[in-house]
């Protein structure tokens, strides 16, 4: 972590457990401090059960920890000699930039803030005031790798998540292999590796798009949340008109292609002729950038908005963009057992008066949001480092996010506000407000973008943790957000809501034209399931039927091709071996 937004309750590097000190590994799983790639793949190659950390920023436990017992082990990003210079105050030993390219390489244990920091600071000829990332997400102390590995993203309709911006990758397989893996070198790696959640392999660096940093206007307003949600169905309606007849025609074009996983399979933005990426643009431009935070107790949200004044794109050029598709203890050298460290308690008071604190987080964030000319860097919203040092340790909480398609999301926020309002007051759950943004539709097969642009909706319970109770209110929430109403939204992968709001996980009806696309990555990156972590069972399962017989298919991967799931072939099917009753 940035040594500026550090505190004393994370974990990692010495204990396994989130920057919290909560979702703590089992205390027999090695932690991994490896010093170079040599003694990385030495310890991959050692264990048969592993998985990449960096700095904890995770509320899924079964998919943060490589398992149960010492034949696993955690391998900490952090500590790589090609990462530790930039928490020594030597990130330009850790990032290069290429302003020719426009793209920065950097080392998958740096974290984004630090990369901001550093890109903020390259000043030259070429651009005087620095550079910054297109689009970047709020919460930016997560490492690098962890970021793109889970689509963090910011809001934009233009630039999409982190992943989407990447132009390239470096990562680790089962076999201790390293593999360079760039969109055209080989497009279903590229699509699988994108968006991973750490089940391919360990990422070891990125090569990232960058953009000058330019000066960018940034307002603010207050709404109602009845003026949200007509606003919303309004974008729902206008996006549905724009985009229908083009994922129709993208599906026509897949077909063309002989059935395989391409880009246009995926339908969505990055699908679509330029003529419609035009319609679909100017539908839903008035969103493109939009944050806002929902207030849910107070009933109003702030709406923040940017405006480029500088190297601004046209309809036209904007368009484009979006229909465009990144030792001595007896264990090895670098393997170390588990450290305790204390987790975070719970903040005095929280657990009463939602609406007194409700109003205490708008005083709180206030100075986020001031309206006024700066450059991007400072103009786009990200919380700063003292915040999160003082947020992170004052109480407990768990983060949850959800992807509702745009295609639903008036419909989905009708219904979520009259289960926050209505007879039951669910409100009394919320303290913090919820983040919502906008990005496009991605890519990347696990990308919960994928086939549709989408609303996320980011929100914090602050109240689980008080005495050990379910904050059924908060809870009550998320099961609108999973039901059909409003998709049901995707869950993001690095995220709370795994398991309870994924029992049974279906990837086939979640990802319905990509997730046999990422298990055919599985099959060639990781074959013996060395990065399935806790969650093998409960996540990570494949199945398939043949299309001519219908017949279920002993092996899956006998489906796979060179270039994916062979969708003429076989049909990806849904799990048979758990109930959802």
């Not at 009394?428 to 994928?450: C, D, K, N, Q, T």
Request: net charge negative; charged share 20%; hydrophobic share 40%.
């Amino acid at each position: 972590m940035d040594p500026s937004a550090q505190h004393s309750f994370c974990g990692l590097p010495y204990e396994l457990s989130n920057f919290q000190g909560h979702f703590k590994c089992e205390p027999s799983v090695i932690v991994g401090r490896p010093s170079d790639r040599q003694q990385l793949a030495n310890l991959v190659k050692a264990y048969p059960k592993v998985k990449a950390v960096g700095v904890g920023h995770s509320w899924w436990r079964q998919n943060f920890c490589s398992g149960v017992n010492s034949s696993a082990i955690n391998i900490v990003t952090t500590e790589l000699a090609e990462t530790l210079p930039a928490s020594q105050g030597k990130p330009e030993r850790t990032i290069s930039v290429d302003e020719e390219a426009m793209t920065a390489t950097v080392a998958a244990g740096v974290t984004q803030r630090t990369l901001l920091r550093f890109l903020d600071n390259y000043r030259t000829a070429k651009s005087p005031d620095g550079y910054t990332l297109a689009a970047f997400s709020w919460f930016i102390d997560q490492t690098i790798a962890g970021a793109v590995a889970t689509a963090t993203h910011g809001s934009s309709f233009k630039h999409a998540s982190l992943s989407h911006q990447l132009r390239g990758l470096t990562l680790m397989d089962a076999s201790g292999s390293i593999r360079s893996i760039t969109p055209s070198s080989d497009p279903h790696l590229w699509r699988a590796a994108s968006v991973s959640a750490g089940r391919l392999g360990i990422i070891l660096d990125v090569t990232i798009s960058i953009v000058k940093n330019t000066a960018v206007r940034r307002s603010k307003e207050d709404i109602s949340t009845e003026e949200f949600v007509t606003s919303l169905q309004r974008l729902q309606e206008d996006y549905k008109a724009a985009a229908g007849p083009a994922v129709a025609a993208s599906s026509g074009a897949a077909k063309q292609d002989g059935g395989n996983a391409t880009a246009a399979a995926a339908g969505g933005l990055g699908s679509i002729s330029p003529l419609a990426s035009y319609a679909v643009w100017q539908a839903v431009k008035s969103f493109d950038e939009v944050q806002l935070f929902w207030f849910i107790p107070s009933r109003m949200l702030w709406r923040v908005t940017f405006d480029r004044l500088t190297d601004g794109l046209s309809d036209e050029e904007a368009a484009k963009v979006m229909a465009a598709d990144g030792p001595s203890n007896g264990l090895p050298e670098g393997a170390h057992a588990q450290m305790k460290v204390n987790a975070v308690g719970t903040g005095i008071g929280i657990d009463v008066a939602p609406t007194y604190w409700s109003d205490q987080y708008r005083l709180y964030l206030s100075i986020n949001v001031v309206p006024g000319v700066y450059p991007a860097r400072e103009s786009y919203v990200s919380i700063s480092e003292m915040e999160n040092k003082l947020y992170a340790a004052w109480n407990s909480y768990d983060q949850y996010e959800v992807a509702v398609p745009l295609s639903k999301a008036g419909d989905c926020l009708g219904a979520v506000t009259k289960e926050l309002y209505g007879p039951a007051q669910r409100w009394r759950g919320f303290r913090s407000p919820a983040l919502v943004r906008f990005i496009r539709a991605e890519h990347s097969y696990l990308s919960p973008a994928v086939g549709d642009a989408v609303m996320y909706v980011n929100m914090e319970d602050h109240l689980s943790y008080i005495n050990g109770n379910t904050n059924e209110d908060f809870q009550a929430v998320l099961r609108v957000f999973r039901s059909p109403v409003c998709g049901p939204a995707r869950l993001h992968w690095g995220k709370a809501g795994w398991p309870q709001h994924a029992q049974c996980f279906d990837g086939a009806a979640e990802y319905p034209k990509t997730w046999c696309d990422f298990g055919c990555a599985v099959h060639q990156l990781d074959p013996t399931g060395k990065f399935s972590a806790e969650a093998d069972r409960d996540i990570w399962q494949w199945s398939a039927t043949d299309s001519s017989t219908g017949q279920r298919v002993a092996d899956a991967g006998s489906c796979c091709s060179s270039s994916g799931f062979d969708h003429a072939r076989c049909k990806c099917a849904s799990r048979t071996d758990c109930s959802k009753e």
